[in-house]
Each structure stands twice: as C-alpha cells, then as structure tokens.
C-alpha cells in the first residue's frame, strides 16, 4: 500500500517505456499541411528578414547548450506519490510538444528543399532544435526510470491537417507562448532556488531562446503573406487561435496545479501572466488581440473548469457508460456555450498600431 502509494503506477509498453498519454482535445497535437501550397509561397517581400533570421539559426547560440551535468546523477526517488505523477506527466506533455514541432518541422525542411531554400533551411535547423529539446526531456523522464518511444508515437499518433496559413497563427502562437512559459519558470526559481527542485529548470534560460527566436520566424513568415493577415477573415481566425490556444493552456494547467505549487507557482497567476505576454507579442504581427484583461475572460475559462471537473467525477464513477453520457450532455453544452461567449467577446484591434510598434 505503502509503496505503491510512493510510486505512482504507470501504463508500460516495454519495461520503462511509458503507454503515450491517451489523445483528447487537450493534448498536444501532431501536424501536417499541404507541402505544395507551401513551396509555391513568394517571400520576397519579407526576404531580408527572414535571411537574417536564417543567419541567427545557423549561428547556433545553444550548439553546447543542452549537456546535462552532474546534478542530474543522483536518485530522484524522494519526488514520490503524486509529485511523481505530476513531473513525469509534465515532462512527457512537454516532450510530445517538442517532438511535434521537430517532426513538422523536418519534413518542411524536407519537402521545401529544391523548391524554396531559405524556408527549407529554417525549417531544418528549428528541427535541430526541436530534437535537442525533446530529447532533453526524454532524458530527463529516464531521472524517473520512464521514457518515451519516439518512434512509436510518429507512426502512432494522429496528424491534424492544416493549410499553410493555419499552420503560421498555431505555430507562431505556440512558440511564443513556450517562451513565455520556460521563462516565466526560469525567472521565479531564479528568485527562488528552494523551490527548485529539480535541476531541468536551470536550462529554461538559453532553450526559451530557441522558441523566442522560432516565434520571430513565424512572424517574418506571415509578414511576407501580408493577406493572411489584413483581412476579415484573419481578424476571424486570429480570433480562434489565440482563444484555444490560450483556453487549452488555462484548462490543462489549472486542473494540474498541483505541479506549479511543487515548485512554489499559483497556476492560475502563472497562466495569467503568460497569457498577457503573448497576447501582446501576439498584437504585434496579428491585426486583433483578445481582450484578456476583463473579467469576463477568466470568469468563462472557470466555468469550464468547474464542467471538466464534474465531468472526470462522472467518468470514474460506476454508472453505466450510457447514462454516463447523458450526464455529461449538459457539461459538455456549457463548455460549449463558454467558448462560443468568449469568442464573441470583442477583440483589441491592433492592425491600426502597427506601423508605430515597429
Ligand atoms: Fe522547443
Ligand atoms: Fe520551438
């Protein structure tokens, strides 16, 4: 009882492989978009920007960056029972994401090579970066005898396709949110070394460097297709993806608080002050950004999270899977309604402030 209670149980496909975490709507995705529309993209107008950026790619500022020292070689069984749990559930949530971008991102490099070189390169050397990055935190979940087949989850996982343009808003928004995310961390436990309680965290400093920079990529992408963003359309779409990507982040975060608090962070403040920095990079190249400081915004987010809690309850309960289903209607049609509020609650128009920020 004891000991099971210290280490927590998880699902393996091999001695020490960890069973991926089941898909839903939360999880981190894995995509693919149409390579040919890609290729054919007329970059001119934004070449010199993105040629420097290029340059700043192949300068390789963390080529010696991610070697782990002799503070990893120690027994970490002392992070037991649910702190266990939650860091290896971290560590694999973050990994997954990593990988994502490594693998869209290789075969970018791959299918642009003859057909648009700057692009290909970029593309190849964010995936350099990627794969250090996920390989990284698949090491670091071997600190808990854990780690994940790679190889298995790109055959295994499904591929959310996306044209060109849907892929730019996502990928531009998840860089910069990982930013603000690893820096975020980085800065507290830099205030706070007692909370660090593992050293993983020390490396958030010069990897949040690579996103920062992934990030700016995006936004030189999108500059040069000047009409994915000057239309109503954008203001539409721009909409959604900083909405979801913003609500799947509260969510996610908020039902695993438990992780922030171990090392010494409010998931909600966390999820606050991240989402305010990327809303406002975000404002800089997207023609809205979201309104987040009323109340209203976090008001709806908490309903949801109320929802999904009942939800969980319902589904470890012993009903039938069947009327299981028709207690949860209700829940699933208040999420629903919570996100069709917030997507029609007013923007920020940025477009107009566009000229003066740069
Ligand atoms: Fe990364
Ligand atoms: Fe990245």
Redesign the pocket.
């Known amino acids: 009882m004891v000991d099971s209670l210290k280490k927590p149980g998880f699902e393996e496909m091999r001695p020490g492989i960890k069973t991926p975490a089941k898909e839903t709507l939360l999880t981190p995705r894995f995509y693919t978009t149409d390579f040919d529309e890609m290729a054919q993209m007329d970059i001119s107008v934004n070449e010199d920007e993105l040629r420097a950026i290029l340059d700043e790619f192949r300068a390789d500022y963390n080529r010696h960056h991610f070697v782990r020292d002799a503070e990893f070689e120690q027994s970490w069984d002392h992070i037991d029972g649910d702190t266990r749990r939650l860091f290896v559930e971290f560590l694999e949530r973050s990994c997954t994401a990593?990988f994502s971008?490594f693998l869209l991102y290789k075969e970018l490099g791959r299918r642009l090579k003859d057909k648009s070189p700057v692009l290909a390169e970029c593309f190849n050397l964010m995936s350099r970066?990627?794969a250090r990055?996920a390989g990284f935190l698949n090491k670091a979940l071997s600190d808990f005898n854990m780690s994940l087949d790679l190889g298995f989850l790109t055959k295994s996982r499904k591929y959310t396709f996306f044209k060109p343009k849907f892929i730019f808003y996502a990928t531009y928004l998840s860089e910069k949110i990982?930013y603000w995310r690893y820096i975020t961390i980085f800065r507290h436990l830099d205030a706070h070394p007692e909370d660090r309680v593992y050293p993983i965290f020390r490396w958030f400093e010069n990897w949040c460097q690579?996103?920062n920079r992934?990030g700016d990529f995006f936004d030189a992408i999108m500059r040069s297709q000047p009409q994915i963003l000057n239309d109503w359309k954008a203001r539409l779409w721009c909409r959604f993806f900083l909405l979801s990507v913003f609500g799947t982040m509260y969510l996610n975060d908020i039902q695993r608080k438990d992780f922030y608090a171990s090392i010494g962070l409010d998931a909600r403040e966390y999820d606050i002050q991240v989402i305010e920095k990327t809303n406002e990079n975000a404002g800089r190249v997207f023609p809205i950004m979201l309104d987040v400081e009323k109340p209203e915004f976090y008001q709806r987010l908490d309903v949801c999270l109320k929802n999904n809690e009942k939800l969980s309850a319902i589904a470890n309960s012993s009903t039938p899977k069947f009327l299981q289903f028709f207690q949860k209607l209700p829940f699933y049609v208040s999420n629903a309604w919570q996100f069709v509020r917030l997507y029609l609650m007013k923007p920020i128009d940025t477009a107009a402030t566009h000229g003066a920020v740069r």
């Open positions: 990593e971008g970066d990627e990055h990982g690579d996103e992934h």
